[in-house]
């Protein structure tokens, strides 16, 4: 990877790993299953990116997507790219319940937090690794034209 996360990302995140030259990052609040994606790109708006890197990246989210719904409770899954504070380019991905602390409204900005439980981070990293190896090859060859 060519490019410097931002420092307020390292500080926030634990670094999970890469998926097709992105970063997955998993936000240290425990309340909620929150990750975020970092494309490898300059490019501060997701909009101002190649129809094929916004493809490649659209991909990814819904494979973070699937993997929350498939690992949490969620009844919504919020998907965001803000950058007011940071303005490298990042996508919230957020498993949401109607039962959590801030339903209905937004996690930005929330002061309740809980640190994860030790060898826990560990726990979501093997899992997100496997599920990586099993199904994003899979996702890649059937949006893969024909």
């Not at 240290?28 to 909009?47: G, Q, R, S």
């Not at 494979?63 to 719904?69: D, Q």
């Not at 919020?78 to 319940?97: D, F, K, T, W, Y």
């Not at 690794?129 to 996702?139: D, M």
């Amino acid at each position: 990877m060519s490019f410097v996360l931002d420092p307020k990302l390292k500080n926030d995140c634990y670094m999970l790993g890469t998926i097709d030259g992105s970063y997955l990052l998993l936000m240290k609040n425990a309340m909620f299953p929150w990750y975020v994606l970092v494309p490898d790109t300059d490019e501060i708006e997701l909009h101002n990116l190649s129809a094929q890197l916004q493809s490649k990246v659209l991909r990814q989210i819904n494979f973070v997507s699937k993997f929350i719904e498939g690992n949490n409770r969620t009844d919504k899954i919020n998907i965001g790219a803000i950058g007011n504070i940071v303005p490298q380019l990042h996508i919230h991905i957020i498993g949401r319940s109607i039962d959590d602390i801030c339903w209905p409204g937004v996690v930005w900005g929330t002061k309740e937090f809980r640190e994860y439980q030790p060898g826990k981070f560990e726990e979501i990293k093997e899992k997100f690794s496997l599920f990586l190896k099993e199904k994003y090859i899979q996702e890649c060859d059937k949006a893969a034209p024909s």
